[in-house]
């Protein structure tokens, strides 16, 4: 078991990434998932609850950032890639 205090940059960084960044990959999964984690996280740093409850709501973020991302990014394939520069470019 972590000790809160001991992911003090990590919660900062969580915090400054739900106010901005998260937005980018915001769909409603990601939302939903945000907000549970969000909450989650602001009773531990109350001393409400044990850090430990954010393991699966972490995991369940991730997952739904990672589905956000595959639905709305469409990757260049690498086939598309010349394997080397063609100096005549």
């Known amino acids: 078991m972590q000790d809160i205090e001991s992911v003090k940059p ?3 960084e969580f915090w ?3 106010s901005g ?3 980018i990959l915001e769909n ?3 939302r939903d998932a945000m907000i549970k984690y969000g909450r989650e996280l602001d009773k ?3 001393g409400q609850k044990n850090i430990d409850a954010l393991e699966f709501l972490s995991y369940n973020l991730a997952r739904a950032c990672r589905e956000s991302l595959k ?3 469409e ?3 690498l ?3 010349p394997q080397e520069m063609n100096d005549s470019n």
């Open 79 to 81: 086939d598309d890639i």
């Open 28 to 30: 409603k999964d990601v």
């Open 10 to 12: 990590e919660r900062h």
């Open 75 to 77: 990757p260049v394939p």
């Open 16 to 18: 400054v990434l739900y």
């Open 44 to 46: 531990i740093e109350k």
């Open 21 to 23: 960044e998260l937005s």
């Open 71 to 73: 639905k709305t990014w």
